[in-house]
Nanobody, 121 residues
Framework: QVQLVESGGGLVQAGGSLRLSCAAS????????IGWFRQAPGKAREFVGI????????FYADSVKGRFTISRDNAENTVNLQMNDLKPEDTAIYYC??????????????WGQGTQVTVSS
């Protein structure tokens, strides 16, 4: 079992920054990749980026590449999503998930509760 808890969402103006955190616990979480997804009202859940816990390798969706950065803190068992130059279209509920190295939400076994990010224009 893996437990994930997101934090750090909020309201920010366009062009601003936010950092989301995903705290992981459980005996096996380090075996997984941690993906970030987002879901806007009326839209499907969308892949944002992923990090492999063991190596720190990352991969990003084109829509956030160059603006978002995923990192891990092994000492705190936390994965962070640094979001810069935010745009109104980044408004969504953001989720972290543990699973295989995949961009498909259906592939993930464990999900956090989500945190709201709202970007005003």
């Amino acid at each position: 079992q893996v437990q994930l808890v997101e934090s750090g969402g909020g309201l920010v103006q366009a062009g601003g920054s936010l950092r989301l955190s995903c705290a992981a616990s459980g005996p096996t979480f380090s075996r997984y990749a941690i993906g970030w997804f987002r879901q806007a009202p009326g839209k499907a859940r969308e892949f944002v980026g992923i990090i492999r816990w063991s190596s720190g390798s990352t991969f990003y969706a084109d829509s956030v590449k160059g603006r978002f950065t995923i990192s891990r803190d092994n000492a705190e068992n936390t994965v962070n999503l640094q979001m810069n130059d935010l745009k109104p279209e980044d408004t969504a509920i953001y989720y972290c998930a543990a699973g295989p190295w995949s961009t498909a939400a259906a592939a993930y076994d464990y999900w956090g509760q989500g945190t709201q990010v709202t970007v005003s224009s």
